[in-house]
């Protein structure tokens, strides 16, 4: 009786193959080993049973008497060795005499299984590794929409814009119905969505190598086969964003570093055209982009104006400030600033583009509407002042509550993204800010330079943000200054954790209005600090 | 793992008459020289394949479409747990299938690895001499150009020898 038991411990398979048969035999192991010189007469007397009984994995061992069409060559035992080792399994026998054999095969489970997030695009499936996928978000009447602008297409996630790609105009199939269901994906620093038809199960599946002509297609990681038995091709979402053609920022994200004002940091910008010139925008003031029909512009007083949901949105033209002639056209396109009540539109002649890149922002002294220059697809390109051109239409305005003055805020955070993202609305409301990876950096940024307040991550490699703001109290300089936890991790246990070492405040990541009204709160406590 | 040493004329004969699979020789000359084909039709072309190319012979999986890939590559199938890529072999030379699709799969082995081949139905397994091949015309319709490696002549038909290689050369990605 052969009894074949397959079963998971331990992360591993075993698969047992086990007869009652008479078992090895052991003598005739010793007496073949010595025959064919693979071991000496000292070694086989050192050697304990297992050893001996492993002999019969060795190439070219066999005890048949006479070699066969089908055994006899000692390759059979030899093979099945070096292929469970090739996947990192092992092997054993145990054998009693005149009890039987067991023979044990063990094969890791971590190797081949991934937890895959199952979509559909038409009538095909494919698998996307979890590991990628931050969040899934519902499209559709009565869902929020992605926007379009020109050839990228966008989505306002909470308080980021982030670029959509269509799975479809990926894979080349035909443009259905719209899309369903946004899948946000993140590869290295890079945030982005990408709209599929249908969402399914998450599910455990054991990944199988793509025959290698269709590895060179660069969207696919490997194939899989579900519980129906087809095979499901599994996407690479590294090789999506490529096809996409939304690079990867330095994919691995290199060694985080201390981001002094030459170096460049990683920064979205849109681009907009305003008469013959190409302007930027830092795309963390942006809160929308818009396009209306002339038609609805109103005048109210002497400002232009929108209705816009239940609030007026005030529409500035910055082309006289900028020395060009005023648009024309039937259509406005207008990028919206601020939050709530103090939402402003600019109007420019078109939106061109959304790129993200480490670009290095060199101050333009003597502009009076632009704040720097920075060098975006090889061209020299103006950063708008946002705040002096509206503040000339609309003097005071800013696009929050708080107001920086010119405070410096250290700014501790492992993601470039959410560094970019956490820069560029701050320094829209005035306050000037100082970057680190990790918390070790942040301690040696603030023994070099005192800063007014210090926003944190929590989970960071390194120095935590726990242990940074430790440390950070326990120096001098450190001990009254404001710092607030900003993070993705919002349970009961970690905010507890964080206000007892040390942070004054803990926020969720990120929650513009939130932080802004933190930091307009914390002023009175920093002129105590002095 | 390596395979047992193969019999492959045993194995394919072994599917027997669902398959309508038989011996038959080309020719009335046996000798020991004689080779093993897989006979098969795509369109009107009846094609052969050396049978120690042929792993083995099934009726047409279900398949997952590649996008992207070349044309050729009509999906994966899952062969025994195995992924195996599927070529449209009347694509890949020019000839029209069957519309109504009551293909065949004949799964290959190549260095690539293993490839199922659709075609349309599957016919015998001949013998032929040697001294009966020619070499493929030169007047070949330009989409076998490259894929036939010789000929079958015999009294009622022509046979082509499918060229293995030659139908994988074409399989590069369409896209970078």
Redesign the interface.
């Known amino acids: 009786v052969v009894t074949l038991q397959a079963y998971h411990n331990g992360g591993q398979i075993v698969i047992e193959i086990k007869d009652d048969g008479r078992g090895l035999n052991e003598a005739r192991i010793r007496e073949k080993a010595l025959d064919q010189g693979i071991v000496t007469q000292e070694q086989l007397r050192r050697m304990t049973r297992s050893d001996l009984l492993a002999l019969i994995f060795h190439p070219g061992f066999s005890t048949a008497e006479a070699v066969t069409a089908m055994s006899g060559r000692g390759v059979g035992m030899d093979v099945v060795k070096s292929n469970i080792e090739r996947i990192g399994g092992t092997i054993d026998i145990q054998s009693e005499p005149g009890a039987g054999t067991t023979i044990r095969l063990r094969i890791p489970l971590t190797l081949a299984v991934i937890p895959a997030l199952v979509i559909r695009c038409g009538a095909e499936r494919f698998a996307i590794p979890q590991a990628t996928v931050l969040e899934v978000v519902q499209l559709g009447s009565g869902f929020q929409a992605i926007e379009q602008i020109r050839d990228s297409r966008l989505y306002r996630l909470r308080d980021a814009l982030i670029p959509v790609l269509g799975l479809r105009e990926l894979l080349g199939r035909p443009q259905a119905a719209s899309a369903r269901h946004l899948v946000v994906l993140q590869v290295g620093p890079m945030v982005f969505g990408l709209a599929v038809d249908a969402i399914g199960d998450t599910e455990e599946i054991v990944v199988k190598n793509l025959p290698r002509f269709l590895q060179a297609l660069g969207v696919y990681a490997g194939v899989t086969i579900m519980g129906d038995g087809r095979a499901s091709l599994i996407l690479d979402v590294a090789g999506l964003l490529q096809a996409g053609g939304l690079e990867a920022q330095n994919v691995a994200e290199p060694e985080p570093e201390v981001e002094t004002e030459a170096d460049g940091t990683f920064q979205r910008m849109l681009l907009a055209r305003l008469g013959d010139r190409v302007y930027a925008v830092p795309m963390g003031l942006v809160s929308r982009l818009e396009e209306f029909p002339a038609s609805r512009l109103e005048q109210v007083g002497d400002r232009a104006v929108l209705q816009y949901g239940r609030d007026l949105l005030p529409i500035v033209e910055p082309h006289a400030v900028l020395g060009l002639a005023a648009p024309e056209g039937d259509r406005l396109q207008v990028v919206v600033f601020g939050e709530g009540k103090r939402k402003v539109g600019l109007r420019v002649d078109a939106i061109l583009d959304v790129v993200e890149d480490h670009m290095a922002i060199h101050p333009v002294v003597g502009a009076a509407a632009v704040i720097g220059a920075a060098v975006i697809h090889g061209r020299t390109t103006e950063l708008l002042d946002v705040h002096h051109v509206i503040g000339q239409a609309m003097p005071g305005w800013s696009p929050g509550a708080g107001n920086g003055d010119g405070k410096t805020i250290l700014l501790v955070e492992d993601s470039a993204f959410f560094r970019s993202l956490v820069r560029s609305h701050l320094e829209g409301q005035g306050y000037r800010i100082l970057e680190a990876g990790n918390g070790e950096e942040g301690l040696k940024v603030f023994e070099r330079q005192p800063v007014d307040l210090v926003l944190s991550d929590i989970e960071m490699p390194r120095v935590d943000g726990l242990a940074f703001v430790k440390r950070l109290r326990a120096l001098e300089a450190g001990r009254r200054v404001p710092a607030i936890a900003l993070t993705s991790v919002t349970s009961d246990e970690t905010r507890q954790a964080a206000l007892t070492a040390g942070f004054d405040r803990y926020l969720a990541k990120y929650d513009r209005e939130a932080v802004t009204a933190v930091l307009a709160d914390l002023q009175p406590m920093e002129e105590l600090a002095r | ?2 395979p ?2 193969r019999q492959p004329e045993r194995r394919v004969a072994n599917q027997g008459s669902p398959l309508g699979v038989e011996r038959r020789a080309l020719g009335d000359r046996r000798t020991e020289n004689n080779r093993q084909f897989v006979s098969f039709r795509v369109g009107r072309d009846v094609l052969l394949l050396d049978i120690q190319e042929v792993q083995e012979v099934q009726l047409a999986p ?1 398949l ?6 070349s044309p050729l ?1 009509a ?4 062969l025994r ?1 195995q ?3 599927a070529i449209d072999l009347g694509l890949a030379i020019g000839a029209k299938r069957q519309p109504d699709g009551a293909a065949m799969s004949v799964v290959v082995r190549t260095d ?2 293993a490839f199922s081949l659709l075609v349309d139905e599957v016919h015998d397994v001949v013998e032929a001499s040697p001294t009966m091949r020619l070499p493929p015309p030169p007047h070949l319709e330009a989409g076998l150009r490259g894929l036939v490696s010789g000929v079958y002549k015999t009294p009622e038909s022509l046979s082509l020898i499918l060229d293995l290689a030659g139908v ?1 050369k074409r ?3 369409i ?1 970078p």
């Open positions: 793992m390596t047992a040493p279900a997952t479409a590649v996008p992207l890939a590559v999906g994966l199938i899952n747990g992924i195996v890529p690539e690895g994988l399989l590069e990605p896209a």
